[in-house]
């Protein structure tokens, strides 16, 4: 069973930045998709930055520019770079992992945007 850990998830002032991170118990470089999805209170789950094995990624339109995914496959982690949050950032971040048609989930991690 693929398990993953998210991590790096707090409170911050607006305008500050997080670096969230991924770390999984399988070879990251196999998966056909990996990707980052965000789920505020009484919303969707969405899906904020995604990468696919080819090295293509796609934002949501609300964090182009500001925020930025990539891997490192020696650690077998996911990270997610986040400047200029917002309080509308303000929600549990979730990384997700695709290897082949088998889809895992991480257990979340909590971030606060507030003054």
């Known amino acids: 069973q693929v398990q993953l850990v998210e991590s790096g998830g707090g409170l911050v002032q607006p305008g500050g930045s997080l670096r969230l991170s991924c770390t999984t118990s399988?070879?990251?470089?196999?998966?056909?998709?990996m990707g980052w999805y965000r789920q505020a209170p009484g919303k969707q789950r969405e899906a904020v930055a995604t990468?696919?094995?080819?090295?293509?990624?796609n934002y949501a339109d609300s964090v182009k520019g500001r925020f930025t995914i990539s891997r490192d496959t020696s650690k077998n982690t996911l990270y997610l770079q986040m400047n200029s949050l917002k309080p509308e950032d303000t929600a549990i971040y979730y990384c997700?992992?695709?290897?082949?048609?088998?889809?895992?989930w991480g257990q979340g991690t909590q971030v606060t945007v507030s003054s």
């Open positions: 997700r992992l695709n290897m082949g048609r088998l889809e895992y």
């Open positions: 399988t070879n990251i470089w196999g998966a056909t998709h």
């Open positions: 990468a696919t094995r080819d090295g293509n990624t």
